[in-house]
């Protein structure tokens, strides 16, 4: 079963972090990746970009309207992300609470309806 594991931190604070200790992450992170890769558990992980670099897309009543900006009220803005494919939720929350985000932000892990079941009436009655 694949599953989304959603990285999220407080960017102000990251940015707070001395280079040293940024380093320190940026490694725990690529050893992580290397961990999963090895487990063949990994499907795909990206790092994003600041929040301030978001585009926000809303259609209400037919109309589009696009904002610059994420324009969710939250104190953590989602900083990355890793499609891990494992047999099921505990290993899923293993692999996210060793995840070096768990330990500064929190890791939401959600599983992903197959791309074959999206156009299923089990899916559109999820909503």
């Known amino acids: 079963m694949q599953y989304m594991l959603l990285i999220a ?5 990251e940015q707070q972090i ?28 990206e790092r994003l970009r600041e929040s301030t670099k978001a585009t926000t897309v809303r259609v209400r009543e037919g109309k589009t ?3 610059d900006g994420p324009y ?23 692999w996210a609470a060793r995840c070096p985000g768990a330990a500064y932000g929190s890791i939401e892990v959600r599983p992903i309806w197959p791309t074959e ?5 089990e899916c559109s009655n999820a909503g």
């Open 9 to 13: 931190a407080n960017e102000a604070e």
């Open 18 to 45: 001395p280079d040293a200790e940024m380093g320190q992450m940026i490694a725990a992170y690529g050893a992580y990746t290397q961990a999963l890769i090895q487990a063949g558990a990994l499907v795909s992980g």
């Open 65 to 67: 309207t696009v904002l």
């Open 72 to 94: 969710a009220e939250a104190k953590e803005q989602l900083g990355g992300f890793y499609i891990i494919d494992v047999a099921d939720l505990d290993a899923a929350l293993h």
């Open 117 to 121: 079941k999206m156009s299923s009436p």
